[in-house]
């Protein structure tokens, strides 16, 4: 089974600064999905940026980009120019292309406070 | 809004009980996902239905049961309720079984006293 581990419970910056968020996951699979979710107070789970794993350049959404290194397991995010909007759980996840027995796979969670 | 709809979006019921959680996908969809968020388990994949059929199942217990009618709405049914089952509860859909771009309804938050 796979697993994604979050290392940071909790992360507080300045508005229009650069945050990055750690994710690690560990599979055996080389064929696979990451994506980063947001999830503002409202509870609702919004993809921000997916990255798939054959795929050797990072993927950037506007402010958000990833740091993806395959060989580490690693896969990061990057918050560019922060907003006050941008305060929200975010979780890490991992799909097994094709979908697989475990669906989306969800680290534990950075909570991202930004403050004005 | 991403499409999915779930209902109720609050329930509260007692140990011991049943109820039923209803999810419609996006039009078009044909997989239903659903997750349970907990705070101590955190996310955690229940059961995954594509075109009506059971395609995947994950950490779902024998107490719960799902089904997707030929409408493609899936029901989510909870029973023999405990305290630790109040969650929040996601349903996702996506456009195909193997399609890994998901969108997440708002969740019934399940409140057991």
């Known amino acids: 089974a796979q697993t994604v581990t979050q290392s940071q419970p909790e992360m507080s910056v300045q508005e229009a600064e650069t945050v990055t968020l750690s994710c690690t996951y560990d599979?055996?699979?080389?064929?696979?999905?990451l994506f980063w979710y947001k999830q503002p107070p409202s509870r609702q789970m919004i993809l921000v940026i997916r990255?798939?794993?054959?795929?050797?350049q990072n993927a950037t959404e506007n402010r958000f980009s990833v740091n993806f290194q395959k060989a580490a397991k690693s896969f990061s995010l990057k918050i560019s120019d922060s907003q006050l909007g941008d305060t929200a759980m975010y979780f890490c996840?991992?799909?097994?292309?094709?979908?697989?027995?475990?669906?989306?796979?969800f680290g534990k969670g950075t909570h991202l406070i930004i403050q004005p | 809004d991403s499409g999915v709809t779930q209902t109720p979006k609050h329930l509260i019921t007692a140990t011991g009980q049943r109820v039923t959680l209803r999810c419609s996908p996006r039009?078009?969809?044909?997989?239903v996902y659903w997750y349970q968020q907990s705070l101590d388990q955190g996310l955690q994949f229940l059961i995954q239905?594509?075109?009506?059929?059971?395609?995947a199942k994950g950490n779902i217990l024998e107490r719960f049961s799902a089904q997707q009618f030929p409408d493609l709405h899936s029901e989510l049914n909870l029973s023999s309720l405990e305290l630790g089952d109040s969650a929040l509860y996601f349903c996702a859909s996506s456009e195909s079984a193997n399609n890994e771009k998901l969108f997440f309804g708002s969740g019934t938050q399940l409140s057991v006293l």
């Open positions: 990255q798939e794993a054959y795929k050797q």
């Open positions: 599979t055996s699979e080389s064929n696979y999905y």
């Open positions: 039009s078009g969809d044909l997989s």
């Open positions: 996840a991992f799909m097994m292309k094709g979908g697989g027995a475990d669906g989306l796979t």
């Open positions: 239905y594509y075109n009506g059929e059971e395609r």
